[in-house]
T-cell receptor, first 115, second 115 residues
Framework: AQKITQTQPGMFVQEKEAVTLDCTYDTSDPSYGLFWYKQPSSGEMIFLIYQGSYDQQNATEGRYSLNFQKARKSANLVISASQLGDSAMYFCAMREGYGNNRLAFGKGNQVVVIP | DTEVTQTPKHLVMGMTNKKSLKCEQHMGHRAMYWYKQKAKKPPELMFVYSYEKLSINESVPSRFSPECPNSSLLNLHLHALQPEDSALYLC??????????????FGPGTRLTVL
């Protein structure tokens, strides 16, 4: 069963607008962590933001924020004030607390920011 | 220094060649990883080293041979590869293998083409 689901097709976003990238996850483990990574065409995976399952507040990191809805098992990434450099593939990933230490990645969302 | 370096950036090799990919980090991380990534797909875990010992081998064919000479270095030795092995090979590191908050820092990758 897929643990991370990212189903949005490629997105075009106007510069300076906000964009929301959807991510839903599946786990029965009460202890887990959720990560978002950005991968530009150059190839490097860049860590953006982390949300722990027990965190009370939604994570924020500069222009990135995570809309964490635990009951819905969703962890959407919000990028505010898009910049041209935000054009990239974005991956949501999860790590469960016990037993399986692997990062499970979603299939990714392609974002293109247009001027 | 929060950087993972990888060499070479690009590699073209024939099916009978032997080559090696190198990865280095100086963040004092004790876990290092090799991932394989095909175009427009998420990374797939290949190997995990924890404290210089191989912890995970995701049933990778023996034509890929990892080596961890010390805590800062990770190599991937390639021999008798197939064209379908052409991909982006990403190295990553993290503080520990078994922590829930286990942000992985990725290198820029090596783009491998097997002719």
């Amino acid at each position: 069963a897929q643990k991370i689901t990212q189903t949005q097709p490629g997105m075009f976003v106007q510069e300076k607008e906000a964009v929301t990238l959807d991510c839903t996850y599946d786990t029965s483990d009460p202890s887990y962590g959720l990560f978002w990574y950005k991968q530009p065409s150059s190839g490097e995976m860049i860590f953006l933001i982390y949300q722990g399952s027990y965190d009370q507040q939604n994570a924020t990191e500069g222009r990135y924020s995570l809309n964490f809805q635990k009951a819905r098992k969703s962890a959407n990434l919000v990028i505010s004030a898009s910049q041209l450099g935000d054009s990239a593939m974005y991956f949501c990933a999860m790590r469960e607390g016990y037993g399986n230490n692997r990062l499970a990645f979603g299939k990714g969302n392609q974002v293109v920011v247009i001027p | 220094d929060t950087e993972v370096t990888q060499t070479p950036k690009h590699l073209v090799m024939g099916m009978t060649n032997k080559k090696s990919l190198k990865c280095e980090q100086h963040m004092g991380h004790r876990a290092m990883y090799w991932y394989k990534q095909k175009a427009k797909k998420p990374p797939e875990l290949m190997f995990v080293y924890s404290y210089e010992k191989l912890s995970i081998n995701e049933s990778v064919p023996s034509r890929f041979s990892p080596e961890c000479p010390n805590s800062s270095l990770l190599n991937l030795h390639l021999h008798a590869l197939q064209p379908e092995d052409s991909a982006l090979y990403l190295c990553a590191s993290s503080q520990e293998w078994d922590r829930l908050y286990n942000e992985q820092f990725f290198g820029p990758g090596t783009r491998l083409t097997v002719l």
